[in-house]
């Protein structure tokens, strides 16, 4: 049962535009998402993150979306840079202070930034 | 850089042997948690450990064991192996207070032949 889904396994994009990555979830008790990149051979790295009480979080050219009601949020990377090329995984957590760090992870996308 | 170490990075163990995996966390973390990461899947949450006791489990059968130290490093140890076992560890440190501070290590890739 795959709680959090990454439905697009790769996304090309030219330097400079937008870079939009999607994540649905299905588990109603998900109430703190977070955004990952990944390189090959490396961990992941934590890119930001939103709590389900805002609808909105932004840092920098990194801006997520969460919409609740449809279990749904969204990366936005502007302008999207070569260096953003790797692997985006999409994560969930639900509430309790015993829980709050453990993750549920989509499959990842894989983003190509093109010069 | 995340301050949170793991070794060693690549091993590899042949079917029925055990393995032990280690963690360094970033100063200050009372959290660990292990993952693991099949080729072409997200990472799954194996289990954490909050104050040297396990404190969630994932779906992993119980030859997936772990430990923390009071200097808050951990060990992830797997008995039995199998080859479905071949994946990327991965080990994530965090305050159980704030939400947005897990910070992985690098993983340790097993394969199992």
């Known amino acids: 049962d795959q709680q959090v889904k990454q439905n697009s396994p790769s996304l090309s994009v030219q330097e400079g535009r937008i870079s939009i990555l999607n994540c649905d979830y299905t588990n109603s008790m998900f109430d703190y998402f977070l955004w990952y990149k990944k390189y090959p051979a490396e961990g992941p790295t934590f890119l930001i993150s939103?709590?389900?009480?805002?609808d909105k979080n932004e840092d920098g050219r990194f801006t997520v979306f969460l919409n609740k009601s449809a279990k749904h949020l969204s990366l936005h990377i502007v302008p999207s840079q070569p260096g953003d090329s790797a692997v985006y995984f999409c994560a969930a957590s639900a509430g309790s202070a015993g829980t709050a760090s453990k993750l549920t992870f989509g499959t990842g996308t894989r983003l190509q930034v093109t010069l | 850089e995340t301050g949170v170490t793991q070794s060693p990075t690549h091993l590899i163990k042949t079917r029925g042997q055990q393995v032990t995996l280690r963690c360094s966390s970033q100063s200050g973390h009372n959290t660990v948690s292990w993952y693991q990461q099949a080729l072409g899947q997200g990472p799954q949450f194996i289990f954490q450990?909050?104050?040297?006791?396990?404190?969630g489990r994932g779906n992993f059968p119980p030859r997936f064991s772990g430990l923390q130290f009071p200097n808050y490093s951990s060990e992830l140890n797997v008995n039995a192996l199998e080859l479905d076992d071949s994946a990327l560890y991965l080990c994530a440190s965090s305050l159980q207070s704030r939400r947005n501070t897990i910070y992985f290590g690098e993983g340790s890739w097993l394969t199992v032949v």
């Open positions: 939103i709590s389900s009480i805002k």
């Open positions: 450990y909050y104050r040297e006791e396990e404190n």
